[in-house]
């Protein structure tokens, strides 16, 4: 069965305390590995896409890596305005299987 | 780059109403579309998603349906609400142009009373 799980559900971070959010996938025919982030009543906001294992893209105190099995969001200094539910999704053909998500606080 | 647009951004009904939430796409030509539902604190379930007019393919059983009267126009409609049908609704848009990212609206929160 096609599906992706993010772990943790909830993570608080002190402002400036690194940290990595886990995204897992078990996809056949993976097209892309794709980061968002959703603040409270809005839409997912784009970040990222992930093709193939050993890729990495970044912004900002952002970076996401892709294994054959595993995303990463590496989260490097957070500020409190990082705070955000974060989602991944995977993709094949037309069809995106989205995490349940990482809820982040980050305290000044 | 692509603009989601969707309405209403609110909506509070009675169990048994009709809905009709709308979603229209600025930006991009043919793209991929689809509705998604996500309950409080948790994922984003897909609903339905269309590769062109009149196409439409359901992935969740329930009193929902989709139609795409026109390439860049998804509708999101129910005959009889179910309180079950409370929740975030999302839409969003693909262009293979745009190496497969899906873009969203700003959502339309649903509370059926």
């Known amino acids: 069965e096609d599906q992706v799980t993010q772990s943790p559900e909830a993570l608080r971070l002190q402002e400036g305390e690194s940290s990595s959010l886990n995204c897992s996938y078990t996809v056949s025919g993976l097209r892309g590995l794709f980061w968002y982030r959703q603040d409270p009543g809005k839409g997912p906001e784009f970040l990222f896409t992930l093709y193939s294992a050993g890729e990495e893209k970044e912004k900002e105190r952002l970076k996401a890596t892709l294994t054959k099995k595993e995303s990463f969001l590496h989260i490097t200094a957070p500020k409190p305005e990082d705070s955000a539910t974060y989602l991944c999704?995977?993709?094949?053909?037309?069809?995106?299987?989205f995490g349940s998500g990482t809820k982040l606080n980050v305290k000044p | 780059s692509q603009t989601i647009h969707q309405w209403p951004a609110t909506l509070v009904q009675p169990v048994g109403s009709p809905l009709s939430l709308e979603c229209t796409v600025e930006g991009t030509s043919n793209p991929n579309l689809y509705w998604y539902r996500q309950a409080a604190g948790r994922g984003l379930q897909l609903l339905f998603y269309s590769v062109g007019i009149g196409q439409i393919s359901s992935e969740v059983p329930q009193n929902l349906s989709a139609s795409r009267p026109q390439d860049r126009q998804f509708i999101l409609s129910s005959k009889k609400l179910l309180l079950s049908d409370s929740g975030f609704y999302l839409c969003a848009s693909q262009t293979l142009s745009s190496y497969n990212e899906q873009f969203f609206g700003p959502g339309t929160r649903l509370t059926v009373l």
């Open positions: 999704a995977a993709v094949n053909f037309n069809k995106f299987y």
